[in-house]
């Protein structure tokens, strides 16, 4: 059964701007929190943003801090990852995830997605 489903990954140009979704269940999206994460070709999963199950607050990696923003829309069981000045190191799997734990802080993710690919050409 899956739970968390990505989309609107794409091809982009450095610089450009480009805004993924998770579309998930109401049971998920107002009793976990959410992050999102990457996956780079021969480097680890990072984690990327998390946002708390209210919506109201937020946690960013330095990496993407003042580039990325992470929102979600509790109406529509959506938490999305709007990506600006992207740069060619952002290419990555980009997966959607849900913890339990209130903390964002948290690194435990319980339920994953299949992620959606992002590509930033130079």
């Known amino acids: 059964q899956v739970q968390l489903v990505e989309s609107g990954g794409g091809l982009v140009q450095a610089g450009g701007s480009l805004r993924i979704s998770c579309a998930t269940s109401?049971?998920?999206?107002?009793?976990?929190?959410m992050g999102w994460f990457r996956q780079a070709p021969g480097k680890e999963r990072e984690f990327v943003a998390s946002?708390?199950?209210?919506?109201?607050?937020?946690h960013y990696a330095d990496s993407v801090q003042g580039r990325f923003y992470i929102s979600k829309d509790n109406a529509k069981n959506t938490v999305y990852l709007q990506m600006n000045k992207l740069k060619p190191e952002d290419t990555a799997l980009y997966l959607c995830a849900a913890n339990r734990a209130i903390s964002l802080y948290d690194p435990d993710y319980d339920l994953w997605g299949q992620g959606t690919q992002v590509t930033v050409s130079s």
């Open positions: 946002i708390s199950r209210s919506g109201g607050s937020m």
């Open positions: 109401a049971f998920i999206s107002g009793g976990y929190t």
